[in-house]
């Protein structure tokens, strides 16, 4: 069964008192809802705190990266080992900021997702093309490579062991979203190539999130298309009210 997840990204934003108050606003609204399921993904040190709030509801943790090696030495990193020790059942791999400003290649992106798939959280895998590639009509193409090179040697057996999130890059913070059918379109090209890559039927199981610019007042078209199952929320996840409608949106 294809579940509906919305997971929101916070990426560098809050201190401890806004992370806690922000939790505490998600979970009084959200906590005893089972579907769709709801992620929040805090900054690293906010991890623990905020996991002591969703403790006994249904609102689970999500990592905003990890590194794709155990232990060592790599200053500034972090592993799938401590992040499962802090309660993290998700990890955001290849996010586009990381994947621009910090030079993230399909290459290391795949090690990573190969190193959480092996674990026991499970990979949102984002992927996406730049405002440049869909003018030049290289959407297609860049969305298939980003999914077969991330999910190089990834073995999924169920729907459940992998999240894709279809991100165009320049609907990300820019207020500007894709519209219900152009999102729609590219979900399900991903998934009819998840369907080559594993099996028609796994691919059916499997959760596409869209990320750009979600909110509250076009949730509800977004989330309505056939292939568009859950969201990824940056900015408007940062107040619990906007995020919350989202979730509300996909109930
Ligand atoms: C994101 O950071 O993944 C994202 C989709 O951001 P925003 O919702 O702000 O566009």
């Given at each position: 069964?294809?579940?509906m997840?919305i997971?929101g990204?916070?990426?560098?934003?809050?201190?401890?008192?806004?992370?806690?108050?922000?939790?505490?606003g998600v979970?009084e609204k959200v906590g005893g809802k089972t579907e769709p399921a709801v992620?929040?993904?805090?900054?690293?040190?906010?991890?623990?705190?905020?996991?002591?709030?969703?403790?006994?509801?249904t609102?689970?943790?999500?990592?905003?990266?990890?590194?794709?090696?155990?232990?060592?030495?790599?200053?500034?990193?972090?592993?799938?080992?401590?992040?499962?020790?802090?309660?993290?059942?998700?990890?955001?791999?290849?996010?586009?900021?990381?994947?621009?400003?910090?030079?993230?290649?399909?290459?290391?992106?795949?090690?990573?997702?190969?190193?959480?798939?092996?674990?026991?959280?499970?990979?949102?895998?984002?992927?996406?093309?730049?405002?440049?590639?869909?003018?030049?009509?290289?959407?297609?193409?860049?969305?298939?490579?980003?999914?077969?090179?991330?999910?190089?040697?990834?073995?999924?057996?169920?729907?459940?062991?992998?999240?894709?999130?279809?991100?165009?890059?320049?609907?990300?913070?820019?207020?500007?979203?894709?519209?219900?059918?152009?999102?729609?379109?590219?979900?399900?090209?991903?998934?009819?190539?998840?369907?080559?890559?594993?099996?028609?039927?796994?691919?059916?199981?499997?959760?596409?999130?869209?990320?750009?610019?979600v909110k509250p007042s076009n949730a509800s078209e977004l989330l309505g298309?056939?292939?568009?199952?859950g969201a990824?929320v940056?900015?408007a996840s940062?107040k619990a009210e906007d995020f919350c409608g989202i979730i509300e949106a996909g109930s």
């Amino acid at each position: 069964m294809r579940r509906m997840i919305i997971a929101g990204n916070w990426k560098m934003h809050t201190d401890i008192e806004e992370a806690r108050k922000l939790t505490l606003g998600v979970v009084e609204k959200v906590g005893g809802k089972t579907e769709p399921a709801v992620i929040l993904c805090p900054p690293y040190p906010m991890l623990p705190a905020v996991k002591d709030i969703i403790e006994g509801t249904t609102v689970q943790l999500g990592a905003q990266n990890v590194h794709s090696e155990d232990k060592g030495a790599f200053t500034g990193e972090i592993s799938t080992d401590m992040l499962q020790s802090v309660g993290c059942n998700f990890a955001i791999i290849g996010h586009s900021e990381r994947r621009a400003i910090f030079k993230e290649t399909d290459e290391f992106i795949n090690k990573k997702v190969l190193k959480v798939n092996s674990s026991l959280m499970i990979p949102i895998l984002c992927i996406g093309e730049t405002l440049g590639e869909r003018e030049e009509g290289l959407t297609f193409q860049r969305v298939e490579q980003q999914i077969k090179d991330g999910l190089n040697e990834v073995v999924v057996t169920t729907g459940n062991d992998i999240v894709i999130a279809y991100e165009p890059v320049w609907a990300i913070g820019t207020g500007k979203t894709a519209t219900p059918e152009q999102a729609e379109e590219v979900h399900a090209y991903i998934r009819e190539l998840l369907g080559e890559i594993y099996t028609p039927e796994i691919a059916q199981d499997i959760t596409i999130q869209y990320g750009g610019s979600v909110k509250p007042s076009n949730a509800s078209e977004l989330l309505g298309q056939p292939n568009i199952d859950g969201a990824l929320v940056g900015g408007a996840s940062l107040k619990a009210e906007d995020f919350c409608g989202i979730i509300e949106a996909g109930s």
